[in-house]
């Protein structure tokens, strides 16, 4: 449906859109390339990964110092609370009530703290405003404590915020780039407590794969039994293999493993995203034959409002008086038939020179699916 723009003083209604889709004989279904039944190569590591060695997250609450006048308001409360306590931790008592100033912005720190680290490792961080702040350039994360899930420190962070945006304003103007209320720190946290993981003495791994899919989790396993000349790999199901190591070293057995190459046979699908009218096809989406018929009727409801008054020394009030006009428009139908052969390009080709926007090819490809002429999951965001 296409939204046409709202003026003062009138009103206006669009309808659009009209999309008939109809099967052709035939059951032959077509691919955008060969790929699709060969397989793609990829390592391991791209698409699969050990179960245990994997990422935490952290986060923090603090608040960032030295901005110039861009900080919280004195309609946020607990920038002034944090400070208060703050300085209390110093040794210095003032209530929270007396405090009045705005180059503080009470914040929220996020790192990721990777597998494998230990205490001194350094990490980045992102430092995102809680509260009304306008800026926070030029500021300085003072000592923030970053928990993991169960509640413990796991880094600390501080240091000054790298802002890739900014926003200026005076006398009601206001000129913004990017988001200057989100800002980084690179290397702003070290960690102080790590997360216990020891291969010692294990000789069992499970493999998970990003994706599930049965056919690809026995090629791989396939793959790497004949690329290490053993069977080492076992699969359980869609997602999980199961590795055996043996007597040897865990991280050369590990290593060797995520550097097989095995084939991948991905999901046909289509990732449609409503909002910002986004349309990703795969390549292994499968086309069956079918006519397409796009057109589109819009109706305009405009309403004008004028002014009705009485002649000159004559009786009557002045009065608004509303006046309403239809206008309809019927666009001519255009037709896309896509035969035997027909690939996912030669559909967004049509479909391009028919002139239809983002938001027509969502909802044609919505109708081919329900038809059976799209054999694709689609995705919407």
Known sequence: MNRSALTPGRTSLAISSAL??????????????ATSTVG????????ASIEGIRDNQLVGYGIVVGLQGTGDSQQTAFP???????????????????????????VFVSATLPPFSRSGTKLDITVSSAGDARSLEGGLLLMTPLYGADGKIYA?????????????GANGNLKQVNHP??????????VERAVPLDFAGQSQFSLLLNDADFRSAEAAAGAINRTLGRSVAHVVDSRRIILAAGGEEV??????????EVPVYPRAKVVVNERTGTVVIGGTVVLQPVSILHGGLAVNIVSEFQVSQPNAFGRGDTKVVRQTSVDALDKPVNRIELK??????????????????ARDVISILQAMKSAGALEAEIEVQ
Request: proline share 4%.
């Open 251 to 260: 991280p050369a057995f590990l290593a060797e493993v995520e550097s097989v």
């Open 20 to 33: 008939l889709l109809f099967g052709l004989a035939g059951t032959a279904s077509f691919a955008f390339d």
């Open 340 to 357: 035997q052969g027909a690939t996912v390009d030669d559909l967004v080709r049509s479909l391009q020179a028919i002139g239809a926007s």
């Open 181 to 190: 209320n989100t800002a980084r720190v690179p290397y702003g946290a070290i």
């Open 156 to 168: 600390q962070a501080q240091g000054p915020l790298v802002v890739g945006g900014y926003s200026i």
């Open 80 to 106: 002034t609370q944090t400070l208060a306590s703050t300085l209390l931790r110093m040794g210095v008592s003032v209530p929270a009530s007396a405090i009045r100033v705005q180059n503080l912005a009470a």
């Open 40 to 47: 793609r190569q990829a390592r391991v590591k791209d698409i």
